[in-house]
């Protein structure tokens, strides 16, 4: 375990020196990773980093409003709205890897827009080593690792994080006194809803899996996992009152991990996956089943693209 002290007082003069004078940005989902990357970088240049939150349509259920309510006291902060253009982007897009390129160069090009507008030579990022691991040994590209377009307009990248495991990222965040809501929430994909989409993303299908992916998250808070998600996989027969539906298929799935390059699906009582598959199969009128992952990593992922 990194001696967590020593670990924030490196990085911030390591921050520091590399930035030097000029300007920064970081892109900031609200995950631990790039929330605790934002936390040390401020610490390190002030108002020099221009914090930057990129609303593409497939973030979880009232993400937008959690950060601006968490980071508010960056007065740099950046919130935009950028749904349309991600999911122009992604329409009939099928292929996991481009569906992972694509949205990486998107935001890309989000962050150079801020970062010409404020003058800022740098791109911070909360890239952590399983990311590195994965994308390097082509189990599938990270948005911020081998999701990269070969062009990138800033003098440098910063990740200030790049040798941790997440549990260790977690001790970070604690000593930094980031509110629990950030420090122990479970992970979340960099590309968002897109990869617990099976095909083309729409409309709809991102209308199911975030709410969904809402019912699995309160549902299952008491087990504690380390990852719960839902994700939309195909359509199959069912019923809904007395019609025949050809419906959409919801995929619950949560396990527990170290550190996610391994995990183990858990075991959950009936009860509560009933209730799960009640709560979702009546939350849109086109899902017409519910099924529950118990497939370990590996050899499965845990995320499904």
């Keep these: 375990m990194v ?14 020196d590399e930035v030097g004078d000029k300007n920064a940005v970081i892109g900031l989902s609200g995950g631990v990773d790039s929330s605790t990357a934002a ?14 939150y990129v609303d593409t349509g497939l973030m979880r259920k009232g993400e937008t409003d959690q950060i601006r309510e968490t980071f508010e006291y960056m007065d740099s902060l950046r919130i935009i709205d950028a749904k349309d253009r991600f999911l122009d982007e992604l329409e009939g897009v099928t292929d996991p890897e481009e569906k992972r390129h694509i949205i990486g160069e998107q935001f890309i090009r989000e962050f150079e827009k801020v970062a010409r507008d404020v003058d800022a030579d740098y791109l911070v990022q909360g890239t952590i080593y399983p ?14 690792v081998g999701g990269l377009p070969e062009r990138i307009d800033f003098e440098g990248i910063v990740e200030p994080m790049r040798d941790l495991y997440k549990d260790e990222v977690r001790e970070v965040a604690r000593e930094l006194d980031l509110e629990e809501i ?24 991102l209308e199911v899996a975030r709410e969904a992916n809402h019912v699995v998250e309160e549902e299952l808070a008491e087990y504690e996992p380390w990852q719960a ?61 519910v099924v529950y992952d118990v497939t370990h990593k590996p050899p499965a992922t845990i995320e499904y693209e």
């Design 3 to 16: 001696d967590v002290e020593s670990f924030i007082d490196e990085k911030i003069d390591e921050i520091g």
């Design 229 to 289: 998600l839902a994700a939309v996989i195909g359509k199959a027969t069912g019923v809904k009152g007395d019609n025949r539906v050809h419906g959409w298929v919801v995929s619950v799935r949560s396990v527990e991990s170290r550190d996610g390059m391994t995990a183990r699906a858990q075991e959950i009582d009936w009860e509560t996956l009933q209730r799960i598959q009640s709560r979702i199969t009546g939350s849109h009128e086109n899902v017409a089943r």
């Design 39 to 52: 936390a040390l970088a401020y610490e390190a240049i002030g108002d020099q980093l221009t914090a930057v």
């Design 182 to 205: 950030i420090s122990e929430r479970m992970p979340f994909p960099g590309p968002g809803l897109a990869v617990r989409i099976i095909g083309e993303v729409t409309d709809e299908k």
């Design 131 to 144: 990311d590195r691991i994965e994308s390097e040994g082509t189990i599938k590209s990270h948005h911020n």
